[in-house]
């Protein structure tokens, strides 16, 4: 099993109204209908934003800017997909995220689930 690679900044630009969205990379466009969605994360603490590339958006948005762009390989194994996505997070925005959580409780087990349902969320694009 091969260590994924770090990855790099890309100039990307999102145009996008509901039911399409035209991004660009390095100032070439992907093909249309190639990509299904994507998902823009910036944590202003952190350098650069992260794209990701999968799901359907249902409102339009605009952005232009650098990103840390990494794109799943459908070949990956789905463990290692998740556990890319994981190593990704900030522990403290996971964590500040999860202790702000509405339904957290006082159980013993409570903040480590609220951080799971946090992740969770993130991971289907909900929150972050």
């Known amino acids: 099993m091969?260590?994924?690679t770090?990855?790099?900044?890309h100039?990307?630009?999102i145009d996008a109204?509901?039911?399409?969205a035209t991004i660009t990379i390095d100032g070439v466009p992907?093909?249309?209908g190639q990509?299904?969605?994507?998902e823009l994360q910036h944590d202003i603490a952190n350098t650069l934003p992260m794209l990701v590339l999968h799901t359907r958006q249902p409102a339009g948005a605009v952005w232009e800017g650098l990103?840390?762009?990494a794109v799943a390989d459908p070949q990956q194994d789905l463990g290692e997909q998740i556990a890319g996505f994981i190593s990704k997070l900030n522990p403290a925005a996971v964590q500040g995220a999860a202790l702000e959580r509405d339904d957290l409780g006082n159980e013993k087990n409570s903040v480590t689930e609220a951080i799971l349902r946090t992740i969770a969320d993130w991971a289907r694009g909900r929150g972050a």
Do not use: D, F, I
Not at 17 to 20: K, R
Not at 35 to 38: A, D, I, P, R, S
């Open 11 to 13: 100039g990307v630009r």
């Open 2 to 4: 091969t260590a994924p």
């Open 67 to 69: 990103a840390r762009v």
């Open 30 to 32: 992907l093909p249309a």
């Open 6 to 9: 770090e990855p790099t900044a």
């Open 17 to 20: 109204q509901p039911g399409t």
């Open 35 to 38: 990509v299904v969605g994507y």
